[in-house]
């Protein structure tokens, strides 16, 4: 545990807070000048900085190897770039857009895919950028949904996100606005009257909220997620597949059992994307299928998240099973997969 007055920005203070020893400062500060580091007081109590294998700890403090690029890592690995027909916004699949309207994060994951996008430097929009962005929606009917990410859009001032709210909701074909966040977690203290007034709207607000570990969600947490739903929004999970910090069933299921318990419904179970210098997160696909094989006889479907992978490029988010229907040699039989692992032959 670590006792933080405030959210630790600079490699020095991660080493004054014993963090990392002092002969790690040169690499890290090199990471550092690539990649934004924060962690917040409440992050900072929960890790172990005696465990270089604390879950907490390995999702928040820099390491070397972040500086060690492979082959088929990429800058823009969801192909962010490709579909941005203007600043801030994302036009991926014809009904929905991202909206960015800010690049800075209460805390800096390291497996961050737009890490290199991410950081207390990146300028937001302007509000002529962003009247723009909203220009865009407007003028394109079959934007039904609204997915305002960044950056997290829950450290936004209440003021600024409220009119974002507000101007989306005046657009009669947005039916949904979604908001991407890790606040609720890693600074439940910012989720109060303030911020949850800016969310209010008669369109369908929904959080998706992002954890990995079931020791992220503190009683804090869960009161601040309680106070969401209980203002009127629902709240779905993300968690990203993190070598050696919940790949394992028992972390998952945990993970999610703590987040179903708490009215959150899990949604996706992300394959680690290809941002440059996160191969040491990142599991193989067939570990992937095997925990979530593993997790169909552990948990109820209520449960269950659907493991997906940004396909890289930005051609969007596909399911990647596992599969357990597969053609038999007699047409109109399937062979079928019980959570056992045992095969029985049906027919449809
Ligand atoms: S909070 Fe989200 S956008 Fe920000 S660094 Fe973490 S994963 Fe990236």
Redesign the pocket.
Known sequence: MVDAPATLRRVGDLIAAGLIPNERRADLDRVAERYAIAITPEMARLLDPGDPTDPIARQFVPDRRELDMVAAENADPIGDHTHSPIKGLVHRYPDRVLLKPSHA?P???RF????EM?GPGGEGLTSAELAACFDYIRAKPAIWEVVIT???PLILAPRRLAEIIETLSTIDHVAVIRLHT?VPVVDPRRIDTALLSALRSDKAVFVAL?ANHPREITDAAAQACRLIIASGIPIVSQTVLLKGINDDVAVLEALFRRFVSLRIKPYYLHQADLAPGTAHFRTTIDAGQELMRRLRGRLSGLAQPHYVLDIPGGYGKVPIGPEYLTGAETPGCWEVLDYLGNHHQITG
Do not use: L
């Open positions: 994060c805390v800096y994951c961050c895919f737009r890490r991410v960044g950056g997290d890790r992002h």
